[in-house]
């Protein structure tokens, strides 16, 4: 259901530019594995297929073996979170990240490893950091997981520190991440202290359906969990001065562990009026339409076969993504260079006459 329902809604300009291996903003692990088997078209869904069930599936870190009735709250808090239906069909490295999140939570509650599984770790945050910048965001969770461990401090800074400077070196030989992140920084500096607020409130309660952000976030703070604070404030901030709705879904698995701790306080009584309120509180969800203007205006008249079109307007990768023509935008320069034309804005006359 979650992939049909990003389905329906067609590739945006992101998803466009992981399943093109356009090299930005992200690292390139995850958009490169996706280039390699995005050419038919129908393999949109199987990856939307594959992201939604790795979301779902994740809840399986957060259950408890001796605890089912607790367990049966826990998994619908998890999966009727808003962030949860709204993003985890689609193909966005913030899912990934998330996932990512959901992991180290749970490696934060073991006990102990070896080094081998030691060394897993640091490979898994390896490739974490090489999905999306925003995993740096985890840092306080993997400094105590090795902080922990009985590792020597050569070997924890090696495991912790290694990846983070590749990453570093990536980025310093990447000048298309570097101007994407000034660009990011920069774009939202017009929007005032209090609408940001607004905005970062909006998509607080949002990503959690309401219930489970308030749950979540008192449970983190009644149960001291430092680590577990650090690393949300981290990712509270980043969202608040870098704001995209699918950040939303970062905040979710910090709600379920603050949940975990919470839950137990209640009666059952309550328990199941929080699910029933859940149950309600996801029909009023802000579900996008069912359109996509680059799918939708490429399909119409058999525009996709030409070998040039020209956009006059505003628009984004999901273009080149359904077309195998050359997408250009409209300038002067190619304003007599094109097939076809697509008015995304108001067109002038003069460019019209005798086109399509």
Same mark, same amino acid.
């Given at each position: 259901m979650l992939a049909l329902y990003q389905w329906s809604i067609g590739i945006r300009t992101d998803e466009a530019k992981y399943l093109?291996?356009?090299?930005?903003?992200?690292?390139?692990?995850?958009?490169?594995?996706?280039?390699?088997?995005?050419?038919?078209?129908?393999?949109?869904?199987?990856?939307?297929?594959?992201f939604a069930t790795l979301i779902v599936q994740a809840v399986w870190f957060f259950l408890d073996k001796k605890r089912t009735a607790?367990?049966?709250?826990?998994?619908?808090?998890?999966?009727?979170?808003?962030?949860?239906?709204?993003?985890?069909?689609?193909i966005m490295m913030a899912p990934l990240t998330a996932f990512s999140a959901v992991v180290f939570l749970w490696l934060l509650r073991?006990?102990?490893?070896?080094?081998?599984?030691?060394?897993? &770790? !640091?490979?898994?945050?390896?490739?974490? *950091?090489?999905? %999306?910048?925003?995993?740096?965001? #985890?840092?306080?969770?993997? @400094?105590?997981?090795?902080?922990?461990?009985r590792l020597p401090l050569w070997k924890q800074c090696l495991y912790v520190g290694g990846p983070v400077a590749m990453l570093i070196l990536y980025t310093l030989t990447n000048p298309l991440a570097l101007a994407s992140m000034l660009n990011v920084a920069?774009?939202?500096?017009?929007?005032?202290?209090?609408?940001?607020?607004?905005?970062?409130?909006?998509?607080?309660?949002?990503?959690?359906?309401?219930? &489970? !952000?308030?749950?979540?976030?008192?449970? *983190?703070?009644? %149960?001291?969990?430092?680590?577990? #604070?650090?690393?949300?404030? @981290?990712?509270?901030?980043?969202?608040?001065?870098?704001f995209q709705e699918y950040y939303g879904i970062l905040f979710v698995p910090f709600f379920i562990i603050g949940m975990k701790e919470f839950l137990p306080l209640l009666t059952p009584i309550v328990r199941w009026g929080l699910f029933e309120t859940l149950l309600i509180l996801i029909q009023f969800l802000p579900f996008a339409p069912l359109s996509n203007t680059a799918r939708d205006t490429l399909a119409f008249q058999n525009l996709a076969p030409h070998k040039d079109i020209l956009v006059v307007g505003s628009f984004g990768h999901e273009w080149q993504?359904?077309?195998?023509?050359?997408?250009?935008?409209?300038?002067?320069t190619f304003k007599n260079r094109y097939d076809a034309i697509v008015c995304l804005d108001t067109c002038s006359q003069e460019l019209l006459r005798g086109r399509r």
């Open positions: 093109l291996d356009i090299p930005y903003p992200h690292p390139p692990l995850a958009r490169y594995l996706l280039s390699l088997f995005s050419s038919p078209l129908w393999m949109e869904f199987f990856f939307r297929l594959f607790m367990n049966l709250l826990i998994a619908a808090a998890w999966l009727l979170s808003g962030s949860v239906i709204l993003q985890a069909g689609s073991r006990l102990s490893f070896t080094e081998w599984q030691l060394m897993l &770790v !640091a490979l898994f945050w390896l490739a974490s *950091l090489f999905i %999306a910048y925003q995993a740096a965001l #985890l840092l306080p969770l993997v @400094l105590v997981i090795f902080w922990r461990s920069g774009k939202d500096a017009s929007i005032t202290f209090f609408v940001k607020i607004f905005f970062f409130l909006q998509l607080f309660f949002l990503s959690g359906s309401g219930v &489970v !952000a308030t749950l979540g976030i008192i449970g *983190l703070a009644y %149960a001291k969990k430092w680590t577990e #604070l650090c690393a949300f404030g @981290l990712i509270a901030v980043y969202v608040f001065f870098s993504y359904y077309s195998d023509a050359v997408i250009l935008r409209y300038s002067e």
